[in-house]
């Protein structure tokens, strides 16, 4: 059957396909005008010119993943558990010569007057926690390690290099049934960390880079292939989409959330909410996040949601998760939008897969 556009000419249906580490994305572009995708992940849907312009994924319901904020403490832990994160978020930094520990600030940014007020956890502690925590039938998937000193440590310093943190999550974690996303700032993509994870990713794991970053945005605003590609794959290794994760946020979000709406991105690479447009609309990753929502901050969370993120942190802007009203807040703004969309997103459970 062909279609008939006025001024365009007759048209066929047309079925594109593109593989990615063996899996198979499928673009049908049918007679009628719309476009039927179906992607790697089992997702699929159909647009047309007259969809809306917000949601940017297939058709619900679909899991949502909320992700306690700055979990450096089994305090911290246990709370955001029982309040119902279903994630967490660990700052990870590396002291020379003695490990790795669930902290914020490096070690080697702070004032010595103020270390023994702000000594961190050790990171095998804080796991051991959260294994023991998934063993004891709480609803933790994954843990998102947003590390804060990638080559601090080299290839030589065996206690504190990214070696030795991914020995020690993959002990802990892996038995427990709980996944890793290892977190890393788009500009270190370059370092020797995110090569190191990189090429020896797993199935239980996944790769995030947070923010566009210089080079990886092309004049137009969406993400190209050539920059986007070179990051994650390499002669020997290629992660597959559905491992990789993008995330963007920012610690006052509402001050640089942007317009979701604004299609000309020139101008306004800063902002949040048009570059999550563009990195949905580029499908160059299979999961996309973002931060941080606080505690009146309903607004932003709701527009972001409304994006198609498959997941926000939330709880307090600077300082760690605590059993408070402040991160109950936060994320009783997520599970309120949560309760009146249901047809489209639900709290993830055990069940479901983040990659």
Known sequence: MDLDIPGRGTYKQH???????????????????????????????????????????????????????????????????????????????????????????????????IDQLINGLSIADLLTAVADARRSGHNIKFVWFDIKTADLCGAAEGSCNIENLRTTARKLLEPAGVKILWGFQSTDT??????????????????????????????????????????????????????????????LPGVRLGSCEYKNRRGESLFICPQIRHVLLSRDYGRVFGWTITKNHVKGANVLMEMGVDGLIYGNRMTCYNDGSDTREALGILTDWLDKNGERRYLATLEDEPW
Do not use: C
């Open 190 to 251: 370059s370092a020797r960390a995110f090569q190191v994870i990189r090429h020896g990713l797993v199935d239980n794991e996944a790769i995030a880079v947070d923010g566009l970053g210089q080079g990886l945005l092309s004049l137009d605003g969406m993400l190209a292939p050539h920059q986007v590609k070179p990051m994650f794959s390499s002669e020997t290794s290629t992660v597959p989409v559905r491992q990789r994760v993008w995330t963007a946020g920012y610690a």
């Open 15 to 113: 079925i594109l396909t593109d593989k990615d580490d063996g899996q198979t994305t499928t673009i049908t572009i049918n007679t009628d005008g719309t476009i039927t995708l179906s992607s790697p992940s089992g997702d699929s849907g159909t647009v047309s010119d007259s969809t809306p312009s917000r949601g940017y994924r297939a058709a619900g319901p679909r899991p949502f993943w909320a992700i306690a904020h700055r979990v450096l403490t089994k305090e911290g832990l246990l709370a955001a558990l029982h309040h119902g994160a279903n994630a967490i978020e660990i700052d990870v930094t590396s002291h020379m010569g003695e490990g790795w520990f669930a902290e914020h600030d490096p070690i080697h940014t702070r004032l010595p007057i």
